[in-house]
């Protein structure tokens, strides 16, 4: 007697179970309440209310986002489109043509433009007046660490001739010591972020559900936002318990100026989100940016910028307050989450987090350091040693023009060729995760994943892959989308793999993974989404 199920049978499928482990002319079946209950050959044993063929093509667990930003991202849709332009004619006409449509608004917005397309990033408050004069224009780089916008925008924000230089940014100068229009980092954007319209939270909760939308798009069904601030918790809370339709942690932004109250406030939320008891919603980290980016000469550095010999960069917290702030929220029961990209900022992190380690009770912590671009060679075994997880964006680990036109420059070849040193890592026994930070980058794994397999970018350049030694295997590359951004994530006895028992989180793809040229990765799409067993994608 064959037993009854109502539930799913995906048959005839090539399945990735984790690492190492694959099955071909395989089925697996999955109940209505979610769980994985058989994996075995083509014609399963059950008999299930719905059955799929897969037609050879690979079944995955799902994919989880170890670092994204999805109400930047769906408000981005919201605002003028300059993020696909390709140069700043297109930038200036985009704006021209949204600005003429858009009479009502007081202020005219652009998230997302390409800091490269202006030599040294430097962009002219001038160049957006010759198209729009009348009304202040704010835009935002790609790096959400820089701001260019039109002497209007100056004038309305009180940044001018005589503003004090922060210590926290940087107002870049003309000659004259006139303000240019490119504000970097917090001590300078504030001038004028702070008197931008707010986004309402309709416009937030509608840009958190295209953004959910997308992930399923993508296969992915959890996601670590590495923002969060009020506004965007209030969308959070206002779609819980039954508008979510993708898992999400919150990363709670530490601020350097309140860092000690917001310890209890975050713990508040945590609370708070734990007692609405929605399977979709936590809120268990803590955001911190320790720097800012190395194409704007704003990650903390060990050695100088070459191009700006007396800058090693802008660390938004001294050593010592970042560990205290680490100790902290670490006490508190809190997962720390650090942004850190120059070498200097990631050793800090390192060191607050060891710290922590030592003065607090043990627990399962599952610190992460976000993006580690720049690793100096003493510090890369440390991330093992001290449980430390490493979030790469694979994506960046390519040689685009953000690198060759900003980054290499400023930091020149012998360091610029130790970024995102991912497989030595990952040899040395470091848990690693991956991400996108979307918007920042296209938020689809399989492109990232085909970038950490080859090390090309989009010409297929170099041939062998910038630092070949560097690159992961196909089954490395997946699992550190799947089962270590599920260890981020604190799911990985759930979710993450496929095995009997777990979370039936899977996405099946358009092709056959193990049967690939690495250079198709980023062309594979996906065709299904389920999650909890829920088909929530379907590619038709
Ligand atoms: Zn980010």
Redesign the pocket.
Known sequence: MTEQLHGTEVYNATIWLGPGKWLHEASLVFSEDGVIRAIGDAHGEHRCSQRIDANGRTLLPAFGEG???PQHAGLREQFAPVAMARNIEEILRNLGEYAHHHPEQEWIQGWGYDPSLAPNGQFDARWIDTIIADRPVMLRATD?HTVWCNTRALELGGVDRVTEQPQDGEIVRRQDGSPLGTLREWGATRYILDIVPLPTLTQRTDALAWASAQFLEGGITWVQD??VEGDELAAYLALANGGLTVRYNLGLRADPKRYREQVGEFRNVHDQIEQLNDPFLTARTVKIFADGVLEAGTAAVLEPYHDCPHSQGIPNWSPEELTDAVVRFDQAGLQVHI?AIGDRAIRMALDAIETAQRSNPTWDRRPTI?HSQLIDPIDLDRFGSLGVIANFEPLWAQLDPLQTELTFPRIGDERANRQYPIASLLRRGAHLSFGS?WP?SDFHPLAGIGVAVTRQNSDGEPAMGWQPDERLSLDEALSTYTVGTAYQAFADQTRGTIAVGQIADLVLLDSDLSDIDPSQLGAVRVMKTFLGGREVFSRE
Request: glycine share 0%; aromatic share 20%.
């Open positions: 670092h994204a930003h959400y590495a923002w942004h976000a930070d920042v």
